[in-house]
């Protein structure tokens, strides 16, 4: 069951890395980068208005493999409220992340399961769950700005993170989250 377990939250937290919805960008008037804090500050307060329903591709790759999986399916964001995963391909399961709780089933199942979860024992996930006060603690940032918008990268400040970075693309005007 532990291994259930570790798995579950390693998927989440891998599908929270490597969604791919198109790219942050955030508006950019030609002239060098955004500050990335106020990017992000801008975005997540227009997916708390509207939330966001995109396709994903992730790759898992297990400690000590050299090879993993491809998964694709659709995620939604409903920040800072929940965020839910259904992969589609290629095998169905569903996964639902609501403040402390993560749930997990597959159709045809009689019954799903349910785990307790804390941003600190997953990284990545963070990005979406935590308020930037606190990602700001855990991550130095740097922008990117061109024609189609602004990336933020983000660096844990830790040596040992599990995570080298993260890339979010906002859309040219702003407010969409256009990748992850």
Do not use: H
Not at 35 to 64: C, H, M
Not at 92 to 101: I, Q
């Amino acid at each position: 069951m532990v291994r259930t377990v570790n798995r579950a939250r390693s998927a989440v937290a891998t599908a929270g890395l490597l969604v791919v919805i198109g790219g942050i960008s955030v508006a950019a008037d030609g002239a060098g980068s955004e500050d990335p804090w106020i990017a992000l500050k801008t975005l997540r307060s227009n997916l708390e208005a509207q939330p966001l329903l995109a396709e994903f591709v992730q790759e898992y790759l297990p400690a000590g493999f050299t090879s993993g999986d491809r998964e694709s399916g659709v995620i939604y964001l409903d920040l800072p409220g929940c965020v839910r995963w259904d992969y589609l391909e290629p095998y169905a399961k569903s996964f639902l992340l609501c403040g402390a709780e993560i749930y997990t089933w597959n159709p045809g199942e009689g019954a799903g399961r349910r785990f307790e979860f804390t941003d600190n024992e997953e990284p990545g996930i963070d990005l979406l769950r935590l308020r930037l006060e606190e990602l700001e603690q855990r991550y130095g940032a740097r922008s990117e700005s061109d024609s189609t918008g602004t990336e933020v990268i983000l660096t844990p400040l830790a040596e040992d993170a599990p995570i080298s970075e993260a890339r979010l693309q906002i859309d040219t005007t702003g407010e969409r989250l256009a990748g992850l």
